[in-house]
């Protein structure tokens, strides 16, 4: 053979070679290799973004194929990542971010009943450790945007003395989105400005915002965090959105606050201008108005070359609810129950995780592990440290093999497997108030001292107001409490009730509930304190803690 032809061969091989080293780095650009997640062994940039009363039909990466609101960024960073078919939060506001800060289970806090009040004297005990508290061990620039919702009524309690270096938001529940005011729900006729820009040293309340959307008055606020952040530390960035939650408004006056009035921009409702319907257009302009401040939250991250390292959770804290509006604005369709309920619509959250070159290519879809809300705590503490599936277990144990504290669940999202540590069960709550259980044990759930019968209400039209009611969106009263088993593998909607069928089930799952209510602290609910009027003499006008310290 010439060496014309040699050298056409050589060429040939090498160009083969360097064809194939490529396709391999591209490869491994995707992050599509199965140890993905060890060569990424930087500590991550880590974003929480949380929606307020979102429902399982108001995202379409949910898979409903009835939700006709349209959000390009969400739904892009869920075909991207995992989303989570099978992840449980708390029915209501203030349990679930109790689970977010500590990884522990509201029992175990006192905050198993209801929210804190804007006027209450409560909070999330001192004693526990914060999730921004425990990154700060490894390094961690901590940033606290948005809803707080876990008692303010000593400087102690309020987010930037729990571990965050900065926080810009509201320490109550529920606000108005243009002017930030809070009315003081049933406890008094007034209502104040709540928002504050604060650091463990300093607190200032915000008082020019008014006339400016919360939506994007917090988007703007962690751009300019983005912006400001040294990139070689490592970022917390928790995001707990006002959106969607109903505003709350002094209509007709602040003793019965309006606590659902439906609040968008009119470029963001214009946008949803194919769902006719106008309780639900208006309601998709406040999806899609979160919708675009991930839009750019993200695209900051990328300009300052931090996306390709960040791992960003999307959840809401709990279910819509659904009933309001004659049930034609929010959804929870096709499951069953609402907010406040421990029926799937209450607890099943709309959640997904995208981190770019950590999680496997075969696990990017949907995902059908079982996850709680606790699980972010160690789930973070893990991908910071850098560390293996361990450190649930350095945490205390409470109660022997009850799953009261969250479990490291990477592996099972990036990985689609559990290699140690699995989650097999999730207490949904016992609440000593209204006598009210729910406990999910591997595919059974059990109910308990069940008096809101839920319903199904169907999802909101497109096309208009629906005229006529439908019987499913009736929720049944009961006049004793009942009890239900379902399978919610087989029967997500909950509809086909195995009580009578399997007791022997109902007898052994009642025999765990009763070792978890051994170990329930007493919950906390005080009334309201008179002193916490903002609006008395000597006082700024705006929410703010009415306690010192040593009080």
Same mark, same amino acid.
């Given at each position: 053979m010439g060496?014309?032809?040699?050298?056409?061969?050589?060429?040939?091989?090498?160009? !083969?070679?360097?064809l194939s080293l490529c396709s391999t780095l591209a490869a491994d650009d995707r992050g599509s290799l199965k140890d993905s997640s060890a060569k990424s062994t930087k500590p991550p940039h880590i974003v929480l973004v949380v929606a307020d009363?979102?429902?399982?039909?108001? /995202?379409p990466f949910t898979r409903t194929n009835s939700c006709h609101i349209q959000v390009p960024t969400l739904s892009k960073l869920a075909q991207h990542g995992v989303v989570l078919m099978n992840y449980y939060v708390q029915p209501i506001c203030t349990p679930t971010r109790n689970c977010l800060m500590t990884g522990r289970h509201p029992i175990l806090t006192g905050l198993q009943h209801g929210v804190i009040r804007d006027s209450v004297p409560n909070g999330l005990?001192?004693? $526990?450790?914060?999730?921004?508290?425990?990154? *700060?061990?490894?390094?961690?620039?901590?940033?606290?945007?948005? *809803?707080?919702?876990?008692g303010f009524y000593k400087p102690a309690y309020t987010p930037q003395r729990r571990g965050f270096d900065t926080f810009f938001g509201?320490?109550?529940?529920?606000?108005?989105y243009w002017n930030h005011t809070s009315p003081c729900w049933n406890c008094g006729n007034y209502t104040a400005v709540d928002l504050h820009r604060a650091t463990p040293t300093s607190e200032t309340p /915000?008082?020019?915002?008014?006339?400016? !959307?919360?939506?994007?008055?917090?988007? $703007?606020?962690?751009?300019?965090?983005?912006?400001?952040h040294n990139t070689s530390t490592p970022l917390f960035l928790y995001l707990p959105f006002e959106a969607v939650h109903g505003a709350a408004s002094c209509e007709p006056d602040c003793f019965s606050p309006a606590g659902d009035l439906l609040q968008a921009p009119d470029y963001f409702i214009s946008k949803q201008h194919h769902i006719k319907n106008p309780y639900r257009r208006t309601y998709a302009g406040m999806v899609g108005a979160l919708d675009s401040a991930v839009h750019n939250i993200t695209k900051a991250l990328t300009a300052r070359r931090m996306w390709e390292n960040t791992v960003l959770v999307f959840t809401t804290d709990n279910g819509a609810p659904a009933s309001h509006f004659d049930g034609q604005a929010m959804s929870n369709w096709p499951l069953r129950g609402t907010k406040g309920t421990l029926w799937e619509g209450g607890v099943r959250g709309a959640a997904f995780v995208t981190a770019p070159h950590r999680i496997d290519e075969d696990s990017i879809g949907l995902n059908t592990q079982m996850i709680h809300v606790t699980d972010w705590y160690p789930t973070f503490e893990r991908l910071a440290s850098g560390g293996s599936q361990h450190q649930a277990e350095e945490r205390p144990v409470v109660g022997d093999d009850l799953q009261l504290s969250g479990v490291d669940a990477w592996d099972a999202i990036a990985h689609n497997s559990w290699p140690r540590i699995q989650r097999v069960e999730i207490l949904h709550n016992i609440d000593p108030v209204t006598g009210e259980v729910a406990f999910r044990q591997g595919h059974l759930k059990l109910l308990t001292g069940i008096k809101n019968g839920g319903s199904w209400y169907p999802p909101p039209s497109p096309h208009g107001l629906s005229t006529q009611e439908s019987e499913e969106s009736i929720? $049944?009263?009961?006049? $004793?409490?009942?009890?239900?088993?379902?399978?919610?593998?087989?029967?997500?909607?909950?509809?086909?009730?195995l009580a009578d069928q399997m007791p022997y089930k109902v007898q052994y799952m009642m025999g765990v509930l009763d070792k978890y209510k051994a170990l329930a602290v007493p919950c906390r609910y005080p009334d309201p304190d008179k002193n916490a009027n903002p609006t008395l003499p000597g006082r700024s006008g705006v929410w703010e803690p009415w306690m010192p310290d040593d009080g």
């Open positions: 060496r014309t032809a040699l050298n056409h061969v050589s060429l040939l091989c090498l160009l !083969y070679i360097a009363d979102l429902g399982w039909n108001d /995202v005990p001192l004693n $526990e450790t914060t999730m921004p508290q425990m990154l *700060k061990k490894y390094g961690y620039a901590t940033h606290m945007i948005g *809803k707080w919702h876990l509201y320490y109550t529940g529920n606000e108005e /915000v008082l020019d915002k008014a006339g400016q !959307y919360s939506t994007n008055v917090f988007a $703007e606020e962690a751009v300019s965090v983005i912006n400001d929720a $049944e009263q009961f006049d $004793e409490p009942q009890t239900f088993l379902f399978n919610v593998t087989a029967d997500p909607e909950e509809r086909n009730n």
